[in-house]
């Protein structure tokens, strides 16, 4: 959440949101971060692989935690919003 008030919200001209959704799944739970904000630059990927090792540091510690609290199927990727924003989806396996 405090990404999308720092990167997504805060530096947007007007008003904005953010919704938070947690729910469960067939294979454990999923918790969505949503925003109105920005989103991401264009040139920036969705997918953790894509990027080089160095970048998004924030990000890759945040999957790395997970990954070694809840294992390897633990994942949080982001997805673009339409027409801005961005989400952020945490999925923690049962």
Not at 38 to 62: C, F, I, K, M, W
Not at 88 to 93: C, E, F, G, K, Y
Request: charged letters at 25%.
């Amino acid at each position: 959440m405090e990404n999308a008030i720092k990167h997504g919200l805060e530096p947007k001209v007007g008003a904005g949101s953010i919704e938070v959704v947690a729910r469960a799944t067939t294979s454990g739970i999923e918790i969505r971060v949503s925003d109105s904000g920005l989103g991401l630059p264009a040139d920036e990927d969705t997918e953790p692989s894509a990027r080089p090792a160095n970048t998004s540091y924030g990000l890759q510690h945040v999957r790395d935690r997970l990954r070694a609290v809840y294992g390897p199927a633990a994942r949080l990727r982001l997805e673009r919003r339409d027409p801005t924003g961005v989400c952020a989806v945490v999925s923690i396996p049962t």
